[in-house]
């Protein structure tokens, strides 16, 4: 079986270098006689690379060629990512891609295409990286009915927020030294913002609850407004703050799909992942909690994955690979404003003690600790994040800097 | 599609149970129009229970049904279910099985009668519990040579652990609290001294590394002479003492496969495993370390596991899952003692520093640390056990209390 490569980046180089170096051992799992990378598309030459023999500049030829059997997209970006995926499918040919946004935004378009016409359009590369999500969400834990999925998906502001966590480095100090360290891009926006971990729970709730969730339906709020005070008062109650991607079933039957620095208990296995390492934890109705955890991004760990669904595409020639999801719709996202969960609250006002007996009044479970700025710092106790936004509107004088969820 | 249930145990009971609690979404995504739980074998009866009409106690009942398609092994031990398994098999139904020493014992041949029939032989549940291993470990790590595989596969003895760990609790103490608590057994050996973690190491040895690992060739070590002195010295040098199923390929290609107390580094993911959870790091050459985390026991996560390979054998009903391994032989499996570590070693000597001097001399790299009893506790720096001890064995008046590898 002939495979084709399209955008030799990162992780297109990756699948070619692992392609080669476990040749013999993917070979036999894909039950071929043999997987012969044939082409390299991308806009460069790359003189002197080992591969630079297969590179190619025209789409046409992979599209024209009755031989390739899977295409690999790990360009990235929408276009020409999309028509390229969706003429290859059309075409009859298996796709793999890492693509993220791809699969977020036209997952269901794409996958619609690819049974049409009985190929597979695989991406376990585009979540977690390297880490085992996709296959075990649909697959090994298919006797479940999920209620939750959350994950640290971001390994550059995981990063930043160890360091602010565990040497009280403040934000920009952070960024700086991930950017040093190869870990941040020259403009980290989309990865700061929460944009990236935003497509990827978008992919994760649609393989749990069945439809599409699109990008703009996800409450994303990312880390840049995070403080060292923030961190430390969320260590005081007990907690560590992750960012983390998140899509839970309320009891209304809506999915509540959010993006957010997040208070996660220091006793659980999410509050211990370290620095560019990522951990999804799924919440099923007999499982409990499961976790996944590995490296979130990296040549070799992604392309580990990619190859894994190079692999099942050629086991599965004449057969598709059950999974996908539905169309989305507005009614099927709820706001999640409405989901009632514990929050964290610091909040400057000008009289503090009378502000303090207000909040009691309004949150009465609610628990709070001294600060040594004197700023109020506490937990609401469970209550929807609208409620409290409406309840914190009401006293006079109170200022609110920062307000978090917990897990 | 029928199925049988042979075992209503605790696992038994819980397929019975998840099977109609999630009946219409395990339906659907078996691609069968219905999943008929037919018969339940059993010794005993079951008055008022629920599926109390589904009890049967002659096994020949099931092997005639040509209906039944699918049949659950949840009874435990080799007999007689290494007998009915086999006959099921023969006679061309699918066999789920949870149970470890089943396939840790007969796998081999269980694998080849399955291949010979054209039938599945599943057993996700019988490693982690509910956790993702087998499906992860074959398929989305297929891209990688795996180099190690190693896991918290006992939940009693990581309770004990824990207990010791965090409590400074005696293990008799800490092993009373667990059967107060429901998680050891009345006769906790099995746990205890590692026979069934031994079970687990056996199975995932033998999919990672390919040939049947049998039991009798695991060293295997359990936990009832650790005292909280060991645990506390090993916290002294940042470590946390776990009991690991630990397979690994050594340099010469042959596997060290044992049961042991391990010494896991705090920054790890596996020492932050606490009280009854279960987790599994798998180390390939692709993929770096991904861990599994979940519940490894417990009616629902097991059953959970059991309904998983339900659904997947009524997918498959024409076509076989592939994966397995090759009979085992005494040139697959290394001794333990010949895989070089970093080890933990605490000793009493007639005469400390001379004993020291001599240590110092034998051991160049290694780290020591003062306790308060004045016994010698040391790092020995990376070497073979092999060598450790016959190091160790050339001090006169050293008399060694306890040697524990390291992760």
């Given at each position: 079986m002939?495979?084709?490569?399209?955008?030799?980046?990162?992780?297109?180089?990756?699948?070619?270098?692992l392609l080669q170096k476990n040749y013999e051992s993917i070979?036999?799992?894909?039950?071929?006689?043999?997987?012969?990378?044939?082409?390299?598309?991308?806009?460069?030459?790359?003189?002197g690379d080992p591969f630079e023999s297969l590179i190619i500049h025209d789409f046409e030829t992979i599209l024209r060629d009755e031989n390739i059997g899977i295409v690999v997209e790990t360009m990235g970006g929408l276009n020409p990512a999309y028509d390229f995926v969706r003429r290859c499918l059309l075409a009859g040919k298996s796709v793999v891609t890492s693509n993220k946004e791809l699969v977020a935004t036209k997952?269901?378009?794409?996958?619609?295409?690819?049974?049409?016409?009985?190929?597979?359009?695989?991406?376990?590369?585009?979540?977690?990286g390297g880490i085992p999500i996709i296959r075990p969400l649909t697959q090994c834990l298919a006797a479940n009915e999920i209620t939750e999925v959350a994950g640290i998906l971001n390994?550059?502001?995981?990063?930043?927020l160890t360091r602010m966590i565990e040497n009280?480095?403040?934000?920009?100090?952070?960024?700086?030294?991930?950017?040093?360290?190869?870990?941040?891009?020259?403009?980290?926006?989309?990865?700061?913002?929460?944009?990236?971990?935003?497509?990827?729970?978008?992919?994760?709730?649609?393989?749990?609850?069945g439809q599409h969730v699109y990008p703009e339906q996800v409450r994303t709020q990312g880390i840049a407004a995070l403080t060292t005070d923030d961190v430390e008062a969320a260590g005081d109650f007990g907690y560590a703050v992750k960012l983390l991607g998140r899509a839970k079933r309320l009891p209304n039957g809506r999915i509540s799909c959010s993006v957010a620095p997040t208070l996660v208990p220091r006793e659980s296995m999410l509050a211990n992942?370290?620095?560019?390492?990522?951990?999804?934890?799924?919440?099923?109705?007999?499982?409990?909690?499961?976790?996944?955890?590995g490296r979130g991004a990296g040549k070799l760990p992604t392309a580990s994955a990619v190859v894994a669904d190079i692999i099942d595409c050629a086991k599965h020639t004449t057969r598709r690979r059950f999974f996908g999801w539905e169309a989305g719709g507005t009614h099927f996202v709820a706001d999640a404003d409405d989901d009632a969960v514990n929050m964290f609250v610091r909040a400057i006002a000008d009289d503090t003690d009378q502000a303090r007996q207000q909040l009691v009044g309004l949150f009465p479970t609610m628990e709070e600790k001294k600060t040594a700025s004197g700023s109020l710092c506490f937990m609401t106790g469970v209550a929807t994040p609208r409620l409290v936004k409406q309840a914190l509107a009401?006293?006079?004088?109170?200022?609110?800097?920062?307000?978090l969820r917990v897990l």
């Open positions: 002939d495979i084709a490569i399209m955008g030799y980046g990162v992780v297109g180089s990756g699948v070619a270098l070979v036999a799992r894909s039950m071929q006689s043999s997987l012969n990378l044939k082409y390299i598309l991308d806009l460069l030459d790359f003189p997952g269901y378009d794409l996958l619609c295409v690819a049974k049409e016409h009985n190929v597979n359009f695989l991406f376990e590369a585009s979540v977690g390994g550059t502001t995981n990063f930043i009280a480095m403040p934000f920009d100090h952070a960024l700086r030294l991930a950017q040093n360290n190869g870990y941040a891009e020259t403009d980290p926006t989309a990865d700061i913002d929460g944009h990236d971990a935003c497509r990827k729970i978008c992919i994760l709730a649609a393989l749990s609850f992942v370290r620095d560019v390492y990522n951990a999804i934890l799924v919440r099923g109705n007999a499982i409990d909690d499961v976790i996944f955890y009401s006293i006079d004088g109170l200022q609110v800097t920062q307000m």
